[in-house]
């Protein structure tokens, strides 16, 4: 059956380092990847998409690469900010959508 | 655009009784999507319309639940006996194409007791 993991359930960092946070799927073959962004007590927020024949996306600080032979995607998160404390899902499209679990990111000043 | 509008924002029932969930996607939007949010099982995708006709809802956890859209700018959820395992958030998302980024809306916080 298709499964999405992330790295972890939850990550700590110190602000001003690069946060990487993992994707892995299997039993899949997306189209496209999407990483959201989630606060508590909101609905998710779009952050970036990938397509499966893109290797790598940036936007500002925050980079996304995909691997489909690894079948794993990374999300950077460089110069980071106690703001960027958030829950992040990774989202897959291909038969169906699907959300991984979300891995909760804590930046510690 | 106001967003995806979802009401109400918070409901408090008791075992047995019907719930209605209701959304309003974004203007323009011919995709909606209904998930369901819980700390056990995460974020999973329950149905979706495309144009206000369902695709896909074999997310629908069982026949207690069911969904319409009777229009395009218009959709409920509802669950007819609620029970408290289906105390969640639910969220309601919009978007337009078939690649395109979801919209959510604030979701709605059910509780059953």
């Known amino acids: 059956s298709q499964k999405i993991e992330q790295n972890s359930e939850a990550l700590n960092i110190q602000e001003g380092k690069t946060a990487t946070l993992t994707c892995n799927y299997t039993n899949y073959s997306p189209a496209y990847l999407q990483w959201y962004r989630q606060d508590p007590g909101r609905g998710p927020v779009f952050l970036l998409l990938?397509?499966?024949?893109?290797k790598e996306k940036r936007k500002e600080r925050l980079k996304v690469t995909f691997d489909t032979t690894l079948k794993q995607s990374l999300f950077h998160i460089t110069a980071s900010q106690p703001a960027d404390s958030a829950t992040y899902l990774c989202a897959l499209d291909g038969q169906n959508f699907v959300f991984g679990p979300g891995t909760r990111l804590s930046v510690l000043p | 655009d106001a967003g995806v509008i979802q009401s109400p924002r918070h409901e408090v029932t008791e075992m047995g009784q019907e719930v209605t969930l209701r959304c309003k996607p974004i203007s323009g939007h011919d995709y909606l999507f209904w998930y369901r949010q819980t700390m056990m099982r995460g974020l999973e995708l329950l149905i979706y319309?495309?144009?206000?006709?369902?695709?896909?809802d074999s997310g629908m956890p069982e026949d207690r639940f069911s969904a319409k859209m009777p229009n395009a700018s218009f959709s409920t959820l509802k669950i007819q006996p609620s029970e408290p395992r289906d105390s969640a958030v639910y969220f309601c998302?919009?978007?337009?194409?078939?690649?395109?980024?979801?919209?959510f809306g604030p979701g709605t916080r059910l509780t059953v007791l």
């Open positions: 998302a919009s978007r337009t194409g078939r690649t395109d980024t979801q919209y």
């Open positions: 319309f495309n144009n206000n006709v369902p695709i896909d």
């Open positions: 990938i397509r499966e024949n893109e």
